[in-house]
T-cell receptor
Framework: KNEVEQSPQNLTAQEGEFITINCSYSVGISALHWLQQHPGGGIVSLFM???GKKKHGRLIATINIQEKHSSLHITASHPRDSAVYICAVSRGNEKLTFGTGTRLTIIP | NAGVTQTPKFQVLKTGQSMTLQCAQDMNHEYMSWYRQDPGMGLRLIHYSVGAGITDQGEVPNGYNVSRSTTEDFPLRLLSAAPSQTSVYFC????????????FGPGTRLTVL
């Protein structure tokens, strides 16, 4: 079992739908990151959180430390949201462990 | 600011050749790291540095060397390239570690024949 598991692996939705991507991890962590990788390959940090909830525009990230689970939500999805979303966790301050990503496709 | 830059963007090597992937950042970040990304696998840490003169191994360090002589630069050296090192390589940096926002370079796509 991988230390970081993401679901679903692939997700296709219609424009405007509410999107949820899940990340579960197996050990205690100090921080969790959500990253976005566009088809061109570049990786951008969306959120870093260690508790509670963060919001930026149409994106919301939540984390439940007791359940070792985080979710990334996208409201009013748009084709430009099509990308791979990656979850990563840290147990100290030196190393990140990454999930394999969720490929999201938003159809107009 | 240019952020994190990587060169080259693409490289083809023959087995046994050596080369250096360059990574530089202009944000005065202490923490820098190298990852490889392979199909169906998450990003994997190769080497990292918490400051100039300090480097350490990650999850998959074999076949790679690093040095950090300045805050800005963190080159990754492939000593004797092997087909198993065919991958996309990303450099990242942050102010003080992985409990901080990570900034990624654009990546280098390496093919070893």
């Amino acid at each position: 079992k991988n230390e970081v598991e993401q679901s679903p692996q692939n997700l296709t939705a219609q424009e405007g739908e509410f999107i949820t991507i899940n990340c579960s991890y197996s050990v205690g962590i100090s921080a969790l990151h959500w990253l976005q990788q566009h088809p061109g390959g570049g990786i951008v940090s969306l959120f870093m959180l260690s508790s509670g909830k963060k919001k930026h525009g149409r994106l919301i990230a939540t984390i439940n430390i007791q359940e070792k689970h985080s979710s990334l939500h996208i409201t009013a999805s748009h084709p430009r949201d099509s990308a791979v979303y990656i979850c990563a966790v840290s147990r100290g301050n030196e190393k990140l462990t990454f999930g394999t990503g969720t490929r999201l496709t938003i159809i107009p | 600011n240019a952020g994190v830059t990587q060169t080259p963007k693409f490289q083809v090597l023959k087995t046994g050749q050596s080369m250096t992937l360059q990574c530089a950042q202009d944000m005065n970040h202490e923490y820098m790291s190298w990852y490889r990304q392979d199909p169906g696998m998450g990003l994997r840490l190769i080497h990292y540095s918490v400051g100039a003169g300090i480097t350490d191994q990650g999850e998959v360090p074999n076949g790679y060397n690093v040095s950090r002589s300045t805050t800005e630069d963190f080159p990754l050296r492939l000593l004797s390239a092997a087909p198993s090192q065919t991958s996309v390589y990303f450099c990242a940096s942050s102010n003080w570690g992985v409990q901080d926002t990570q900034y990624f370079g654009p990546g280098t796509r390496l093919t070893v024949l």
